[in-house]
């Protein structure tokens, strides 16, 4: 692999490499052998954790400043497009959660350009430039962020942004002018003032690095990128990317700058002081931490999450919520379960204010609310008799609420720093019934087909033992390898997260003649672009 290539997914028999300069993809290494490709997804994992921060965050962002009133109608046009695609299953209504009109991604990453003297945010667009309308005299940026990879949806209509150049951003391309008609050749350069899809924590601490940053000549050296990481419970942290070593001067400049940083209004409300790290070359410099502490309040209950710094963790909080809610309800209603109702706790999983689901029509409307009447109040199964399988846990975003429901869960991950947080999150919140081995998903379907032993299952009993009826399964953009979607088949429940409905689809396909579609739902995480997250729930038929 090339010094340049960095790891951007391991799925499905394929490792994915990007640019770390362009963070276009730019290789995909096909691997034949299963034992092959095991191993090389554990070797890459570190790279993949150490790296990259996410999939969903490889591919070039530039929804840089977003019409608000489009939302609900661009929303509308990926759920009929979504519908199209999954007509041949005759799934039932799509149950639909909307995101935060702005305001709602807790990360971003962006170069840094200090050419003219002063420091600028970058982003790179990839997205091809849209003819301008022939009326128009303003230049448009037709965007499109969130996890694109090469199957980048090739509509370019439906759902995307358009940003205007004379809002809070400045844009310029390589090669052609804004609006010129035309393809660039590269990405484009987008420079970010104010970035109004970010938390508004995100932006203080933009403002306060840029500042700080431009006037401190220690901690603007050879400055090559900032990446910024905020939560809902007020906690957060920005790392800084150098092309040179750094030194104790950088730590002392490092820690005027997290004064400054924990002056901001949300750091102060929360009485948290934001956490700095320093990176170069097979260094980093941790000022106190590497990790922020999300709250998450799901199913009328809170949860604690650490997610760390370069690891996977979902962008869109609001959505994140609404996602487990609705794992939670769907696991919990599952046929089989024993469950009762008016427990009383229930306030989290659909929201009923707001961000939530049925605001888009009947349709939509009418299956959010079958999923309040199924799970709103209802408490949690009672005595659950059975297990789940969980491959792709990431730090036990899913894992953690919903092993309440089950009687045991074996949850799989192959990135260290991931299972390390996802450790941490089990024992915070106080969940003794999970069994949580670090290996690759396709070295585990591959063991449990064969019911055989490997070293990192020690403590899991035999097989014979687990009572695995529910699979749930959260795969990267890729999507699940054959050898995967044959281990879905041996269950009665699946639960399906996707980031890549054209994956979602494939991997369906498959497993189409033996379960059928219970529950679909659509999380809007990626507002502003083509992009859906989706949830489904099948049963055998
Ligand atoms: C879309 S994320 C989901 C994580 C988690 N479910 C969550 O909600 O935060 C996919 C996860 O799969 C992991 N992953 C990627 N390739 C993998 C593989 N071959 N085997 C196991 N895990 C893998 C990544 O490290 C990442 O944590």
Request: hydrophobic share 40%; net charge neutral; with cysteine.
């Amino acid at each position: 692999m090339h010094l340049h290539h960095r790891v951007i997914s391991s799925a499905a028999g394929q490792v994915r490499a990007c640019d770390l300069l362009s963070r276009a993809p730019v290789r995909t290494y096909n691997f034949q052998s299963r034992k092959r490709f095991a191993i090389m997804a554990s070797l890459v994992a570190p790279f993949l954790e150490e790296t990259v921060p996410s999939p969903s965050f490889v591919a070039p962002v530039a929804v840089t400043s977003v019409d608000e009133s489009q939302y609900k109608a661009q929303l509308q046009k990926k759920i009929l497009k979504l519908k199209e695609l999954f007509h041949e299953f005759n799934p039932p209504d799509i149950e639909v959660f909307e995101s935060p009109p702005s305001h709602y991604r807790m990360r971003a990453e962006f170069t840094i350009d200090q050419r003219n003297g002063e420091l600028q945010y970058i982003m790179f667009d990839n997205s091809p430039l849209p003819s301008p309308p022939p009326s128009s005299s303003s230049p448009t940026l037709m965007s499109s962020s969130g996890p694109r990879g090469a199957d980048e949806d090739a509509d370019g209509g439906a759902a995307a942004a358009s940003t205007s150049a004379a809002a809070t951003t400045a844009a310029a391309t390589r090669g052609v002018g804004v609006g010129v008609a035309g393809r660039p050749k590269g990405p484009r350069r987008v420079v970010v003032e104010h970035f109004s899809v970010a938390s508004r924590q995100l932006n203080e601490l933009m403002e306060v690095v840029r500042r700080e940053c431009g006037h401190s000549p220690e901690l603007r050296n050879r400055l090559f990128q900032a990446n910024f990481h905020t939560t809902l419970s007020g906690d957060a942290m920005v790392t800084l990317l150098y092309h040179r070593k750094l030194g104790p001067e950088w730590a002392a400049a490092a820690e005027h700058l997290r004064d400054a940083l924990a002056a901001t209004p949300a750091a102060a409300a929360a009485g948290r002081r934001p956490h700095v790290i320093g990176r170069s070359r097979k260094q980093k410099l941790e000022l106190d931490a590497g990790f922020v502490l999300e709250r998450l309040r799901v199913g009328g209950r809170e949860y604690i999450q650490q997610q760390v710094e370069g690891a996977f963790s979902q962008p869109n909080a609001a959505v994140c919520q609404h996602m487990l809610g609705w794992a939670l309800d769907v696991t919990r209603t599952r046929p089989g379960a024993q469950r009762r109702r008016g427990g009383g706790e229930g306030d989290g999983d659909v929201d009923r204010n707001g961000n939530g689901s049925m605001s888009l029509g009947d349709p939509t409307g009418a299956a959010a609310a079958a999923a309040l009447e199924l799970g709103g109040n209802a408490g949690e199964a009672e005595t659950p008799e059975d297990d789940m399988l969980e491959l792709y846990c990431g730090n036990g975003n899913f894992t953690v609420p919903l092993a309440r429901n089950f009687r045991r869960v074996v949850a799989t991950e192959v990135s260290k720093s991931s299972v390390e947080a996802a450790r941490f999150n089990l024992e915070a919140n106080g969940v003794a019934n999970v069994f949580l081995a670090r290996m690759a998903s396709e070295e585990f379907a591959e063991t449990m087909r064969a019911r055989g032993s490997r070293r990192r299952l020690e403590g899991l009993g035999p097989w014979e033992e687990l009572r695995l009826r529910t699979i749930f399964v959260d795969p990267p953009r890729a999507g699940l390898d054959d050898f995967t979607v044959g281990l879905l088949k041996e269950f009665d429940h699946i639960v399906y997260i996707s980031c890549n409905p054209e994956t979602l689809h494939a991997n369906l396909r498959a497993i189409a003649g033996t379960h059928g579609i219970a529950r679909f739902a659509a999380f809007d995480q990626f507002p502003y672009t083509h992009h859906l997250e989706c949830g489904v729930y099948l049963v055998r038929r």
